[in-house]
């Protein structure tokens, strides 16, 4: 016996994928806008690092290195935060579209006649 052909393209199963994730607009613009924050975060981290060497140490100057750890510090947190908000709303799109995707399915086989099932041309 042999196998049905697909005619699906790349291009129409990326659109439909992005189709699923659409559906939760607002968790995708919210992603997009940490992940942003987050890159330009673990940007300024090392900047840190570098004023501390470059300028704090040789000065010995410890109120501005007190300054430039509690800057630090703060930087991290934020970054902490971020990333955990950003994991955690990804994970809610995507099992958002996960149970699109489910309902839909669940919805096409509930349309399906009685004979479909009763036929016996079940493939698993």
Do not use: C
């Not at 930087?75 to 099992?95: C, D, E, K, P, R």
Request: proline content about 2%; hydrophobic content about 50%; cysteine-free.
């Amino acid at each position: 016996m042999a196998q049905p052909t697909s005619r699906v393209t790349i291009g129409q199963m990326f659109k439909f994928v992005f189709g699923q994730v659409l559906h939760h607009r607002w968790l995708l613009i919210l992603n997009i806008f940490a992940l942003t924050i987050i890159s330009l975060l673990e940007f300024v981290i090392p900047q840190y690092t570098q004023f501390i060497i470059d300028h704090v140490i040789p000065r010995h100057n410890i109120q501005l290195l007190t300054v430039v750890v509690v800057g630090l510090l703060g930087t991290a947190v934020i970054l902490g935060v971020l990333n955990y908000v950003s994991t955690y709303y990804m994970g809610v799109m995507s099992q958002g579209a996960i149970t699109n995707l489910r309902t839909e399915l669940y919805q096409s086989i509930l349309q399906l006649d009685t004979q479909f099932f009763e036929s016996g041309k079940l493939q698993v």
